[in-house]
């Protein structure tokens, strides 16, 4: 068992696909030469040379694409954009097409690639640069959309991303690169897509959240047990398909529910979660289902705004807090 | 409109001089060719030009649905481009791309019963007229989103590349698709990367309701390559054997020289955009002007007067022809619909955990 960042652990598990399988090969903006914005690629241009490691034109709408045609003759494209914003401008050949193939030619080839590409804000980035728009992408039929929050995740699901025949959106965090967890060596799991994990048991109320605010979460979670508030944690992992038995499950256990969400709250991940707790534990329920979520603005940049608009730890135990008292439980 | 469909001196004008010519610059002749192949392109322009005015028909009789359009006018530029490729090559087409898939070896009795929405139909009843594809020929699907196709041709050549193939890659779009982003990081990718695929542009003047003039700044559209060094010939659409020895050129020079080129094919739409498209924006001279350019009529006078094509042979060939729309459109029609049980077939290529399978009025939760 090794404790790495989240970073080493894309990194290793993209080296190590790419020595498994000759038709895994890496394409999108300074993943070569610069090796990666947020260093990702490190030294893997010069393990595996250009024909596998390609630097590409800013054409997200070409590159994206031609991952695509690659994959339908057969390879596995792994493609970094930079950030989800930049996913905007290949939207066509992601949702339109890498999503349709499939299914509208009737089954005939399938597009085995991975979108990899870090959501997050919190970097003074400002209104463009701060999206957590894996909304769009979770929307579609024909896409998997993953979100790992712990190395070993990263790992495990980056793998299954890869040996996978459909296209994946692979959604990392800026916010989670720099993190460290345990992996296990020499470690060959593969994840199992659609699979929410219930991270940390609890019987009190259910924190739900993905990608980062699976990770504070967990932390809120620890936090809360020393006021003696036992959390249950599920991490969704998968966005599409989503594991709403996991959820249920849950809930009906709890009898509450706050959604943790990176996004914006109106239409948000947690609105779909919301609805589907409301739908499969009605009769359970104690409390409304809270939801807390990114402020409903174009994110500023000036840093006393961008931390007042994100969903942080204490506004998360603020949602729990409340939630137990609706519920009647007295809470510290 | 464009100047002219027939470039000076010859079938083609290209964009950068100085190169080798694989043929004779003169546009290519009649009495060059072996009969028996100019009768198989006739057969072949012929059978896309009565396939399509078939479904035509079938469309205005609810047979077919969604949006249909059709490749009339265009058959000796689909002839000479399919001609072009080699059995493995791959095609990549847009949305009119009934007759492109009949020319690339798919049975006609398969494309009309896509048409139908029928389960024998080579999309399986899943594309309709928009999105033809079949692994075998190597058609890689017709596209319904002007310039979608552009990058995942691209794309294809780079795995030809990436594995050291011989395949050629064609990318068929119409005069519009040059001026979508797509478009211009298409080229850009390719030529950057030196990938085997050639790019042609159907200029049939117009895109849906409006020309060329009024849509890209540079109207002659094989000039446009030249922004990435991509070389670029116009031929005249409407001539096949001109079409054939173009694409055929370029087709073979992608191959040797691993790069990409452009075809612009001079060609005329005879109808509308789509079948409900009464194309009431064309002028009575643009109407003559498309009828008088009809590709099939023109070759076949030539063929009679070149004594290729006799009035009996002629009737023979019609006959055949008639015989095999008509069996398609039967085909088509005796055809089971897909089964509403293999809806949720089609939706992942690997199983997945909790993939929905929800019909509109379940519940989330089943059970």
């Known amino acids: 068992m090794s404790v790495i960042t989240y970073r080493q652990a894309l990194r290793d598990t993209l080296r190590a696909e790419m020595h498994r399988d000759e038709n895994v090969f890496l394409l999108g903006e300074e993943i070569g030469v610069f090796e990666g914005s947020y260093k990702i690629t490190e030294g893997l241009l010069k393990e595996f040379g250009e024909r596998r490691v390609r630097d590409t034109p800013i054409a997200e709408e070409g590159f994206v694409g031609a991952a695509v045609g690659a994959a339908m003759l057969g390879l596995r494209p792994v493609v970094e954009l930079m950030t989800i914003n930049f996913s905007l401008i290949a939207i066509d050949q992601i949702i339109n097409h890498a999503a349709k193939i499939y299914g509208m030619f009737g089954g005939q080839t399938s597009v085995p690639m991975v979108i990899r590409t870090p959501g997050g804000g919190g970097q003074q980035l400002g209104a463009t640069h701060s999206q957590n728009i894996e909304l769009f992408y979770s929307f579609i039929p024909g896409l998997k959309v993953l979100a790992p929050s712990t190395p070993a995740e990263a790992a495990s699901m980056l793998r299954a991303a890869i040996r996978d025949d459909d296209p994946v959106l692979f959604l990392e965090n800026l916010g989670l690169y720099n993190t460290k967890g345990e992996v296990p060596d020499g470690d060959d799991t593969v994840a199992e897509i659609g699979r929410a994990a219930v991270t940390r048991e609890g019987t009190d109320i259910t924190l739900i959240g993905y990608s980062r605010m699976a990770m504070v979460a967990s932390q809120v979670a620890e936090k809360l047990a020393e006021e003696g508030i036992s959390v249950e944690v599920v991490d969704l992992r998968s966005l599409r398909p989503l594991d709403r038995e996991t959820i249920v499950e849950s809930v009906r256990k709890t009898g509450c529910a706050v959604v943790a969400e990176d996004d914006w709250l109106t239409y948000g991940i947690g609105a779909e979660i919301a609805a589907s707790i409301q739908e499969g534990a009605f009769d359970w329920l104690d409390a409304p289902v809270r939801r807390v979520a990114m402020a409903e603005v174009p994110m500023p940049y000036a840093k006393p705004l961008e931390t007042a608009a994100l969903p942080s730890p204490e506004s998360l135990i603020t949602a729990v807090h409340e939630t137990l008292r609706a519920v009647g439980r007295r809470v510290g | ?367």
């Open chain 2, 1 to 367: 409109m464009a100047d002219t469909a027939k470039p000076k001196g010859g079938g083609t004008a290209r964009s950068t001089g100085g190169r080798r010519r694989s043929r004779k610059d003169a546009a290519p002749s009649i009495a060059d060719e072996q009969p028996k192949t100019l009768l198989e392109y006739y057969r072949q322009m012929l059978l896309i030009r009565r396939f399509e005015e078939r479904t035509a028909q079938a469309y205005t009789q609810a047979r077919i649905g969604g949006y249909c359009h059709l490749n009339l006018g265009e058959e000796a530029t689909i002839v000479g481009l399919m001609t072009a490729l080699q059995e493995r090559d791959y095609l990549f087409t847009n949305y009119r791309e009934h007759g492109y898939a009949i020319g690339k070896g798919i049975h006609p009795r398969r494309v009309m019963a896509e048409l139908y929405g029928r389960s024998t139909g080579v999309s399986k009843g899943w594309g309709g007229s928009m999105h033809m594809f079949d692994t075998e020929t190597r058609m890689l699907g017709g596209y319904g989103i002007v310039g979608g196709q552009l990058p995942l041709a691209t794309g294809a050549a780079l795995a030809v590349s990436y594995r050291g193939g011989d395949e050629v890659v064609m990318c068929q779009m119409g005069d519009g698709t040059t001026n979508i982003g797509a478009w211009h990081e298409s080229l850009n990718i390719a030529s950057l990367w030196n990938l085997p695929v050639v790019f042609v542009v159907i200029n049939n003047y117009t895109g849906m309701g409006t020309t060329v003039e009024k849509s890209s700044a540079e109207p002659e559209l094989y000039k446009r390559g030249s922004a990435f060094r991509i070389e670029g010939v116009r031929v005249d659409g409407q001539d096949v054997l001109a079409v054939r020895d173009a694409a055929t050129d370029l087709v073979e020079r992608a191959r040797s020289e691993q790069r990409p080129f452009l075809l612009e094919a001079m060609s005329h739409r005879m109808k509308g955009h789509s079948v409900v498209d009464p194309a009431k924006y064309r002028t009575p001279e643009q109407v003559e002007e498309a009828k008088a350019n009809d590709p099939v009529a023109s070759f076949e006078s030539q063929l009679l007067e070149a004594g290729v094509l006799t009035e009996e042979l002629k009737q023979e060939i019609a006959d055949s022809v008639r015989d095999e729309v008509t069996d398609a459109a039967d085909f088509a029609e005796n055809s089971p619909h897909p089964d509403v049980a293999t809806l949720f077939d089609y939706t992942y290529a690997t199983p997945v955990a909790n993939e929905s399978r929800r019909m509109p009025a379940d519940p989330v939760f089943a059970d």
